[in-house]
């Protein structure tokens, strides 16, 4: 295979109400799709979704990163390159620095395009359990949002806190879906550790499943998990294989969450899985980043999760929004992320719609 051409296009698709968590609220979600094309004609996708809420690259940044590496040798010398277990570019040529979200845009297209050609195609993928995920507002807005997914077949509830009136909200939930729903909460590393203690010791009754990322610090976090019974999951605190070993070592979170913008790629989120019992949730990616998400979800059923019972990952946020780029996607139906049946990936790009949503 030999590459004819790439390119990177910035878009943003908006969503349907407000995206409210205590980083801020979104009313739009700005991406970098990469496409890269053969000289056979062969197309691979890969997506990078810029974390700058959290203090991560910025669009323009990822964006001018991807275009040098579209302009210059080195994408080529990659590209050939067979030993897709490589973590990062610069294994193979340290000129070229990238940030995560575009080493995740890098990888994802190189491993959609192998794997479109011959023996390499996978057999369609099973559907992924997904949690519904609940944007932050007023306790009775999130329950009635709650049972909208509960009737769409969801059994598990990811509510996003932080934002205040924390313990209403999971309250009404609970009430609202009863005992056997299985929920979560994330409060974005927005809680102070005596904050976070009050919050989940008075959260304890309502039988959480977990909470990801209470407060911003390791050490704050393994003081907290020794003062709580709801287990602590990692997000803004584990961004490589590294600081998954330290999160075990120091006993701060039991779990992880993988975005694979924010690791810089599924070979990088599978060695996170390997370490902690793992989840895949969506950056609020577009249906490239989606599919991605599912292959590695996939990928991490072989690893072991508390009481052995079936993840629900968090990959169900193309419902948030209002429309999208692909002819062709992953679709949501009875609670479960179903991958298209195409090669690669499978997704199939809606040109109008790109040209449309392009920044």
């Given at each position: 295979?030999?590459?004819r051409?790439?390119?990177?296009?910035?878009?943003?698709?908006?969503?349907?109400?407000?995206?409210?968590?205590?980083?801020?609220?979104?009313t739009?979600?700005?991406?970098?799709?990469l496409?890269?094309?053969?000289?056979?004609?062969?197309?691979?996708?890969?997506e990078?979704?810029?974390?700058?809420l959290?203090?991560?690259?910025?669009?323009?940044?990822?964006?001018?990163?991807?275009?040098?590496?579209?302009?210059?040798?080195i994408?080529?010398?990659?590209?050939?390159?067979?030993?897709?277990?490589?973590?990062s570019?610069?294994?193979?040529?340290?000129?070229?620095?990238?940030?995560?979200?575009?080493?995740?845009?890098?990888?994802?297209?190189?491993?959609?395009?192998?794997?479109?050609?011959?023996?390499?195609?996978?057999?369609?993928?099973?559907?992924?359990?997904?949690?519904?995920?609940?944007?932050?507002?007023?306790?009775?807005a999130?329950?009635?949002?709650?049972?909208?997914?509960?009737?769409?077949?969801?059994?598990?509830?990811?509510?996003?806190?932080?934002?205040?009136?924390?313990?209403?909200?999971?309250?009404?939930v609970?009430?609202?879906?009863?005992?056997?729903?299985?929920?979560?909460?994330?409060?974005?590393?927005?809680?102070?550790?005596?904050?976070?203690?009050?919050?989940?010791?008075?959260?304890?009754?309502?039988?959480?499943?977990?909470?990801?990322?209470?407060v911003?610090?390791?050490?704050?976090?393994?003081?907290?998990?020794?003062?709580?019974?709801?287990?602590?999951?990692?997000?803004?605190?584990?961004?490589?294989?590294?600081?998954?070993?330290?999160?075990?070592?120091?006993?701060?979170?039991?779990?992880?969450?993988?975005?694979?913008?924010?690791?810089?790629?599924?070979?990088?989120?599978?060695?996170?899985?390997?370490?902690?019992?793992?989840?895949?949730?969506?950056?609020?990616?577009?249906?490239?980043?989606?599919?991605?998400?599912?292959?590695?979800?996939?990928?991490?059923?072989?690893f072991?999760?508390?009481?052995?019972?079936?993840?629900a990952?968090?990959?169900?946020?193309?419902?948030?929004f209002?429309?999208?780029?692909?002819?062709?996607?992953?679709?949501?139906?009875?609670?479960?992320?179903?991958?298209?049946?195409?090669?690669?990936?499978?997704?199939?790009?809606?040109?109008?719609?790109?040209?449309?949503?392009?920044?």
């Amino acid at each position: 295979m030999r590459l004819r051409s790439v390119e990177v296009i910035p878009y943003a698709l908006p969503f349907r109400e407000p995206y409210v968590t205590a980083r801020g609220a979104l009313t739009q979600r700005e991406m970098v799709l990469l496409r890269l094309r053969t000289e056979d004609g062969m197309v691979g996708l890969g997506e990078a979704v810029p974390l700058s809420l959290r203090g991560g690259a910025t669009l323009a940044h990822v964006v001018g990163e991807l275009e040098e590496l579209a302009g210059g040798d080195i994408l080529p010398l990659f590209f050939e390159h067979t030993a897709l277990e490589v973590v990062s570019i610069e294994e193979i040529d340290p000129r070229l620095q990238l940030s995560p979200p575009s080493r995740c845009a890098l990888f994802t297209a190189i491993e959609d395009l192998h794997s479109r050609y011959g023996e390499d195609r996978p057999v369609r993928q099973a559907p992924i359990p997904c949690n519904a995920t609940l944007a932050a507002g007023r306790p009775e807005a999130v329950a009635d949002a709650a049972l909208r997914w509960a009737a769409d077949g969801y059994e598990s509830f990811k509510l996003k806190l932080g934002t205040g009136a924390d313990v209403a909200q999971v309250r009404a939930v609970r009430e609202a879906l009863g005992p056997r729903a299985k929920i979560r909460v994330d409060a974005n590393a927005a809680w102070s550790l005596r904050r976070a203690t009050d919050v989940l010791v008075e959260l304890e009754p309502l039988q959480v499943e977990f909470a990801e990322q209470p407060v911003a610090g390791m050490e704050e976090a393994a003081e907290l998990s020794r003062a709580t019974s709801i287990p602590l999951a990692g997000d803004e605190s584990i961004v490589t294989p590294e600081d998954a070993e330290r999160a075990d070592a120091t006993g701060a979170f039991g779990l992880a969450g993988i975005k694979i913008s924010k690791v810089g790629g599924s070979y990088a989120g599978m060695l996170i899985g390997e370490v902690l019992p793992s989840y895949v949730s969506s950056a609020l990616d577009g249906p490239v980043g989606i599919a991605a998400g599912a292959r590695l979800a996939a990928d991490v059923r072989e690893f072991i999760w508390p009481g052995n019972s079936e993840r629900a990952h968090g990959l169900a946020t193309q419902r948030l929004f209002a429309s999208t780029i692909a002819a062709v996607e992953c679709e949501l139906r009875d609670g479960m992320l179903h991958p298209p049946p195409g090669p690669g990936l499978g997704v199939e790009i809606d040109e109008d719609a790109l040209r449309a949503h392009r920044l």
